[in-house]
């Protein structure tokens, strides 16, 4: 599997808006980028997904490069309920691995 | 329904126990997995079932035995553990290879959290 690199950990104050990087230099041209986060005591939950265009749902905005070797997942306002660890994940388009590497510790302060 | 939904929530078993864990879904799902978490670690992929055949096992040892019997069934069979297997094991699942879009979410469960004394 590809790999990603997160800072291991970030903070944000409440109602402002949180930039979390993720860097994939050895990206293939299959891999699909996938956020998920984990809230505490909680299982892991998909956030958003993209391939080369920059996403938008009601959770998150992903940005993606140009060149796909790095990518930013855009929290709009966060707010104490998005203090987890997010976690940055590639996934190829016919492979069923879903592998968790790290991810950032995401703090929110009041 | 887009849940999973896994049981039992907390399990404390011995070492000479045998017990099970059990996972379900009802969102007609093909591809099913188990992880293992550890405290402050990433989940841990165990195996991953596909179209109810078991399709990755990442060299876990054999007294962590899968089984589907069905395709909204997933358990985890537990037999002989150590202490130091206690962990979060989670379920999680996803639309099968074969199922159009090759590229979706899982979703995962809230896990059982198991105590080996």
């Known amino acids: 599997d590809a790999k990603t690199t997160q800072p291991n950990s970030m903070e944000s104050n409440e109602e402002e808006p949180v930039h979390l990087p993720c860097n994939h230099s050895?990206?293939?041209?299959?891999?699909?980028i996938h956020w998920y986060r984990q809230l505490p005591s909680q299982g892991p939950e998909y956030v958003i997904h993209?391939?080369?265009s920059n996403v938008n749902n009601r959770m998150a905005s992903l940005a993606i490069a140009e060149d796909r070797k790095s990518s930013t997942l855009i929290l709009h306002r966060a707010t104490l309920r998005d203090a987890a660890v997010y976690y940055c994940?590639?996934?190829?388009?016919?492979?069923?691995?879903?592998?968790f590497g790290i991810g950032t510790k995401l703090q929110v302060i009041p | 329904d887009t849940e999973v939904t896994q049981t039992p929530k907390h399990l404390v078993m011995g070492m000479t126990n045998k017990k099970s864990l059990k996972c379900e879904q009802h969102?007609?799902?093909?591809?099913m997995y188990w992880y293992k978490q550890k405290a402050k670690k990433p989940p841990e992929l165990m195996f991953v079932?596909?179209?109810?055949?078991?399709?990755i096992n990442e060299s876990v040892p054999s007294r962590f035995s899968p089984e589907c019997p069905n395709s909204s069934l997933l358990n985890l069979h537990l037999h002989a553990l150590q202490p130091e297997d206690s962990a979060l094991y989670l379920c999680?699942?996803?639309?099968?290879?074969?199922?159009?879009?090759?590229?979706?979410?899982?979703?995962f469960g809230q896990g059982t959290r198991l105590t080996v004394v």
């Open positions: 994940i590639l996934r190829s388009g016919g492979y069923q691995k879903v592998t």
């Open positions: 079932y596909s179209y109810e055949k078991l399709s």
């Open positions: 993209g391939l080369t």
């Open positions: 999680a699942s996803s639309l099968g290879t074969y199922q159009g879009r090759m590229n979706t979410e899982a979703f």
């Open positions: 050895t990206i293939s041209g299959t891999d699909y």
């Open positions: 969102m007609g799902h093909r591809a």
